[in-house]
């Protein structure tokens, strides 16, 4: 895939490996609106737009090495789907899935954000976080005439308690969040700087695992998305009926044997091959 970077410009030139529709709409990320033909995308205080062009897509940012990195637009993904295509139960999803790139979010933001979705659905999850973010008012700044607003940081987010949770769509997950972040601030050693970089992924699991309101499936979904673990398989409902109605490897029904079997199947590439697979059984059946 070849790209170009200028100033406030990333160009690709490719659709093979990178779709816009498929990245932001494949149960990864909810920070972001479709405008008309359009994405905005707006992790922590910065933001995008994507636009479809002739040639492949633009994206248009103040800060290009942010949404490089963003997008993991250095990782090859043509070689990486070719090395997932020696499973024969990937080469379909992949094909219909051929552009998900998993996106490199902010810990904090994702902690937060895999908490609210828990037995939620997605413009329930995406409206509270919307809230969230404008309670700050913390607007980010742009040429595009639009109104956003950044993350909070986590001084922010111990202000709030469960009444303000609550109203803004939380639900019975407002003790979660109010309790998830005070402990978050309490053993910051724990998840956020240098040394959770050198964890092993299950002692991050661990740690995770902590906070009150994650079970495992929550955990593997920050692990993948916030801080870049691919040796996680999260498993939910739409998994399930993959391992039971496709992959039929095992005759087992708990969800974390489940998340199990599939690691030791696939490796370090199994947080790639849980995108391609849960996209395409949500999207087809």
């Keep these: 895939?070849?790209?170009?970077?200028?100033?406030?410009?990333?160009?690709i030139f490719s659709c093979e490996d990178f779709n816009i529709t498929h990245i932001m709409e494949c149960g990864q990320v909810f920070a972001y609106q479709k405008i008309d033909d359009a994405y905005f995308c707006f992790p922590q205080n910065k933001l995008c737009k994507v636009s479809k062009t002739q040639d492949g897509y633009l994206i248009e940012c103040d800060d290009e090495n942010y949404f490089e990195n963003y997008f993991d637009l250095k990782t090859n993904y043509s070689s990486l789907k070719?090395?997932?295509?020696s499973f024969?139960?990937?080469k379909d999803p992949i094909a219909f899935g051929s552009g998900i790139r998993i996106l490199k979010q902010d810990s904090l933001e994702a902690i937060i954000s895999f908490i609210v979705s828990a037995n939620n659905n997605i413009k329930r999850i995406t409206n509270t976080l919307l809230k969230l973010r404008e309670h700050f008012g913390k607007r980010i700044e742009n040429s595009f005439g639009s109104?956003?607003?950044?993350?909070?940081?986590?001084?922010e987010l111990l202000t709030l308690d469960e009444d303000f949770f609550k109203k803004i769509g939380a639900g019975y997950r407002a003790s979660y969040l109010v309790s998830s972040i005070k402990f978050l601030n309490e053993n910051k050693n724990l998840f956020f700087g240098k040394e959770v970089e050198n964890l092993k992924t299950k002692d991050l699991l661990e740690n995770l695992l902590k906070l009150k309101g994650v079970g495992r499936k929550v955990a593997e979904c920050i692990?993948?998305?916030?801080?870049?673990?691919?040796d996680v398989f999260p498993v939910d409902t739409w998994i399930k009926k993959v391992f039971i109605q496709d992959l039929k490897i095992a005759d087992v029904k708990d969800a974390s044997k489940m998340c199990d079997i599939l690691i030791k199947r696939y490796g370090n590439?199994?947080?790639?091959?849980?995108?391609?697979?849960?996209?395409?059984?949500r999207e087809n059946g």
């Design 223 to 230: 692990l993948l998305f916030g801080y870049g673990r691919r």
């Design 269 to 281: 590439f199994s947080g790639y091959a849980q995108q391609y697979l849960f996209y395409s059984k």
């Design 82 to 85: 070719k090395e997932l295509c």
């Design 147 to 155: 109104n956003f607003f950044a993350f909070p940081t986590l001084s």
């Design 1 to 11: 895939m070849k790209i170009t970077k200028s100033k406030g410009k990333i160009q």
């Design 88 to 90: 024969e139960e990937l």
